[in-house]
């Protein structure tokens, strides 16, 4: 029995679909046969609707697009195989490079929030994942609300438990929704220049952020991925190394899809002398640095029961090397003469330097070049998991996170006590912890389904200076959800406070230390109802 829904379409729209996309039935499916801005279109739509990705194209974009010249075509049959010359220089002599001329867009629905950050782990990819800010977890499909359903916990003596537990910590978030955006209407009347739509989407996202803790991990998510073939090689060769079955299963899913589509440059995959011994060597890394972990390792300190951002590691020479890097590119002399010219600089000359360099930014994007690079810092960071899904997209940086747990306890909003549902609260995360310890000693991979997205996890994130610079200022904006806000504006202070470099964090202009809004999404809402008019 498959843990997935099918969706039903009528006859008429399956003989649309099959035009563009590779099936009609599954989780996982490529879309074909598309101008590439309708894809792109599609995807930014994804993450903001409940809908399926073929259900938003048939209600949202079919009429807008000349269809009439595509009757024939049926991409659910696949395509047919790439010519023989893919074949013999990228498959006999392993030129890698070759798959990076090829890419999918491939939409990836019904994954737990565990799964999506594994999803998610490459560089070189994009990504864009359903946001809890717009869509509302409230809705049953068939009768059940929408999280994974692990076959092995179903069938195993915890399965009536799972799903008990699980469908009452929705009940109590799905009980919740009226209650808060009643809240935030009080607390923020409507004014005469707000949209209705965008005061009614303001609320709603405010809303939904404030109870988003609630959701459990297992909760589905949709995602559209767009990569080369040697990223999704990367990204297949990974899943199929994880410890987590739907992880794998999933894996099964999209290799089928893919291949329809580039076949050729996913041929070593499933080989066994070649794609499953890499997968087979990732496994076995994992597990030998597990065994070693809990031999060496004391973990009976106890455990952290704040919020806390903590800059570990960071260069205190920056300054030298930033004007040294800052002016190579200029220059005929060697790096290490300009060095020794740079150390004998005064501070004033260096600063002019750094100032040139950045220039006036008159807003954001406006980022200076690579120079900022040379210079590293590496953050430990324990905060609610909900912040972490947004903070583990920024892939420019490295990332690495522990396994979700309830071990470091878990982030109650202030608005819940405002509203008096703290017992509602605490009773979720009640669940979510009994649940979650009574898995892991028979599922160690899947306990984390229990995990409801108000608990700590402790994760690291070194970036360089000019990723910190997209990061912080991106996430630190207004419109941006509190516990992220709270996050990037820490890392900046510790740039400026700790590291001492403080030139650099006064490049970050728009890194934004405001306390948090009434309703951050208001302002965005307004100007994007202006765009629609």
């Known amino acids: 029995m498959t843990p997935y829904e099918a969706e039903e379409f009528t006859t008429t729209e399956q003989d649309v679909l099959r035009r563009y996309f590779t099936n009609l039935d599954q989780p996982v499916f490529a879309l074909v046969n598309l101008p590439e801005v309708v894809k792109g279109a599609l995807f930014a739509r994804y993450s903001r609707t409940a809908k399926s990705l073929r259900r938003l194209f048939l209600d949202e974009f079919l009429d807008d697009l000349d269809v009439s010249g595509d009757e024939s075509v ?159 090689e990367a990204l297949l060769l990974r899943m199929r190394a994880s410890a987590l079955p739907e992880a794998q299963m999933y894996s099964d899913m999209m290799l089928t899809e893919l291949r329809k589509v580039i076949p050729s440059f996913l041929k070593r ?91 006036d930014r008159t807003n954001r994007r406006h980022r200076p070049g690579r120079a900022l690079e040379r210079v590293d810092y590496r953050f430990d960071v324990l905060g609610d998991y909900g912040a972490f899904r947004d903070l583990q997209r920024h892939r420019m ?63 690291s994130m070194q970036m360089n200076a000019r990723s910190a610079m997209h990061i912080l200022e991106l996430r630190s904006a207004l419109q941006g959800h509190p516990t992220y806000r709270s996050v990037a504006q820490d890392m900046h202070r510790l740039i400026s406070e700790r590291a001492g470099h403080k030139a650099i964090a006064e490049m970050m202009i728009f890194v934004d230390h405001s306390e948090d809004a009434d309703l951050e999404r208001l302002n965005a809402e307004n100007r994007a109802a202006k765009r629609s008019q």
């Not at 300054?319 to 150390?343: F, G």
Request: charged letters at 25%; one cysteine or more.
């Open 74 to 232: 049926d991409a659910t049959t696949g395509m047919r195989r790439a010519e023989e010359l893919y074949d013999r220089v990228f498959f006999q002599y392993g030129d890698d490079s070759v798959a990076q001329l090829g890419g999918v867009h491939l939409a990836c629905e019904q994954a737990s929030n565990v799964l999506t950050k594994i999803l998610e782990w490459g560089r070189i990819m994009s990504y864009l994942e359903q946001s809890t800010r717009y869509i509302r977890y409230d809705q049953r499909s068939e009768g059940r609300y929408r999280y994974f359903r692990d076959p092995d916990v179903l069938n195993s003596v915890h399965g009536t438990r799972y799903v008990g537990e699980i469908d009452r910590m929705f009940d109590i978030y799905s009980s919740l929704i009226p209650v808060m955006e009643q809240f935030f209407k009080n607390a923020v009347p409507k004014r005469t220049t707000d949209a209705d739509i965008a005061y009614k989407m303001a609320i709603r996202a405010k809303a939904l952020d404030s109870i988003r803790g609630l959701l459990p991990a297992a909760a589905f998510s949709n995602v559209g991925i767009y990569g080369s073939g040697q990223a999704y």
């Open 397 to 459: 940086c490295t990332i690495e996170w522990q396994q979700l747990s309830t071990r470091h306890g878990y982030v109650m909003p202030e608005v819940i006590e405002m509203v008096r549902k703290t017992n509602q609260f605490t009773d979720v995360m009640s669940r979510s912890a009994e649940l979650h310890d009574a898995l892991a000693a028979d599922f160690p991979a899947q306990a984390p389904y229990a995990v409801s997205l108000a608990y700590r996890m402790r994760y």
């Open 269 to 359: 995959v499933d080989l066994a002398d070649r794609g499953q011994l890499t997968s087979d060597y990732m496994a076995m890394n994992k597990g030998a640095v597990d065994e070693l972990s809990n031999r060496l390792l004391d973990v009976s300190a106890p455990a952290a029961t704040e919020s806390s951002v903590d800059l570990v590691d960071f260069d205190p020479d920056a300054e030298v090397k930033l004007v040294t890097a800052m002016l190579y590119p200029t220059s005929s002399l060697s790096e290490r003469q300009i060095v020794d010219q740079v150390h004998k600089m005064t501070v004033d000359e260096r600063l002019s330097v750094m100032r040139a360099y950045v220039g």
